[in-house]
């Protein structure tokens, strides 16, 4: 009875003073809740972070061509020449033995035509292994990707990105139909499913866009078009020789990737001078990924951590102000027979109350912290889509995800908090002279 005593009074003692009590609850509230949502908030970038690179495969390993630096190329005369060559993915084919497949992929901007109809994209040279690599599938009753009999036999086929066939095609069914590339003809054989752009991946890996792509067999790119690259910018006339922008390797088994990696890279020393590849591993990115989030997530529970911080200063200042508002009846309850335990007490239950109802009313804004983002996104892409438009995938996609332990740390932290803050007026009223807060009082 006596407990039960000392909790109504407690609540009886905050409700005199509504205003001040609601003002310490939201200090609590907003350190909570903000403990909520930054963890919410960097798990759920961080989890689209991870989602990217998986795509890439944890068992893949992507040679990439890059441009090499002008001091690395200021001695080559005539076209420049650089990058990945075909010897170098026969080598690696057919010399590590961790490989399951070596994927070639050559990419090139090109105008594509039909009657009236042009769109500009990028035409792939590939092989069937493409497809099964970037998840692209073929749209029912639409034909097929390129086949491996079509790779061998150099055939003119073409499999359409789903724009560029809505583009170019309209309402007409485009299989069987034919698509002008410079002065060449290649026959529909297949139009793809919609697929998302793909998001860059720090600096090791541009983004990806699928949507304006036409896939033909590589040995047919190599035929009929080559290797050369002619460019006319402003004026200018220049000739680039590249031969693949990319090999996709498979190892069998994760565990032999980063091992697989370290041979890719000594059997591709050659290109060490022009500096003209990179060798992307995803399951290496995928482990500084994981770093990363920890980090992160350290870093904004410490943002997060000064915000209760903040919460538990204002209880202690609050209670201060009432320790000395209230001697008066500090004094009479002393001179009563109340002993400093009971006052001490008294005291705790104010704090413990303000932070307990300031922890679950923060824990129920932490929750609402998904649909608050989705209604923030809307209202952005309603006011300015184009400044929403140039923010990083990563920030513009971003989905929060709560995450579960935050919840009953950030609500045992607040009443924390709130006791250890409240322990200090609590003393300082439990140490009052009761003739002294008498005299004091009057």
Not at 305 to 320: K, Q, R
Not at 376 to 405: C, E, G
Request: charged share 20%; hydrophobic share 45%.
């Amino acid at each position: 009875m006596l407990g039960l005593r000392i909790w109504k009074l407690g609540i009886k003692s905050l409700l005199l003073h509504p205003m001040r009590s609601l003002l310490t609850i939201l200090g609590i509230f907003i350190g909570v809740a903000s403990v909520i949502w930054l963890l919410a908030i960097s798990e759920g970038i961080s989890a689209k972070a991870q989602q990217q690179i998986e795509k890439l495969g944890a068992e893949n390993i992507i040679v990439r061509t890059v441009k090499p630096p002008s001091e690395a190329i200021s001695e080559q005369r005539g076209p420049l020449t650089y990058g990945l060559k075909r010897d170098d993915w026969k080598l690696l084919e057919e010399t590590l033995h961790s490989v399951e497949t070596a994927t070639p992929i050559r990419e090139i901007r090109r105008q594509f035509r039909h009657g009236p109809n042009t769109v500009n994209g990028r035409l792939v040279g590939c092989t069937p292994a493409y497809a099964r690599l970037n998840h692209l599938e073929i749209q029912p009753r639409r034909g097929h990707f390129i086949t491996d009999v079509e790779v061998k036999n150099k055939t003119n086929v073409c499999v359409l990105a789903s724009e560029v066939a809505d583009t170019l095609f309209g309402f007409e069914k485009p299989i069987g139909k034919a698509i002008h590339v410079d002065d060449d003809i290649y026959t529909v054989v297949g139009v793809l499913m919609p697929k998302a752009a793909t998001a860059a991946v720090g600096g090791s890996l541009s983004g990806q866009q699928f949507d304006k792509d036409v896939y033909i067999p590589i040995s047919t790119l190599w035929q009929r078009i080559g290797d050369h690259i002619v460019m006319i910018e402003g004026g200018t006339f220049s000739r680039e020789i590249v031969e693949l922008n990319q090999v996709t390797l498979k190892v069998a088994k994760a565990d032999q990737v980063m091992n697989t990696a370290d041979l890719v890279r000594e059997s591709l020393q050659n290109h060490n001078t022009l500096r003209d590849i990179s060798v992307v591993v995803p399951l290496e990115l995928l482990e500084q990924a994981r770093q990363t989030k920890f980090m992160f997530m350290v870093f904004m529970g410490l943002i997060a951590a000064i915000s209760l911080l903040v919460g538990g200063i204002g209880i202690m200042n609050i209670m201060l102000a009432t320790v000395t508002e209230r001697t008066r009846e500090i004094g009479i309850r002393r001179a009563l027979g109340a002993k400093r335990g009971d006052i001490i007490r008294q005291f705790l239950v104010e704090t413990i109350v303000l932070s307990v109802v300031g922890g679950l009313t923060g824990v129920l804004g932490g929750l609402l912290c998904i649909p608050a983002v989705d209604l923030a996104r809307f209202l952005a892409n309603s006011y300015d889509p184009a400044l929403v438009a140039q923010l990083p995938d990563s920030i513009r996609d971003v989905s929060p995800q709560i995450v579960p332990l935050s919840i009953p740390l950030a609500f045992g932290i607040s009443v924390l908090v709130g006791v250890v803050f409240g322990l200090y007026p609590a003393s300082r009223a439990a140490d009052l002279d009761p003739i002294e807060a008498l005299r004091a009082a009057n």
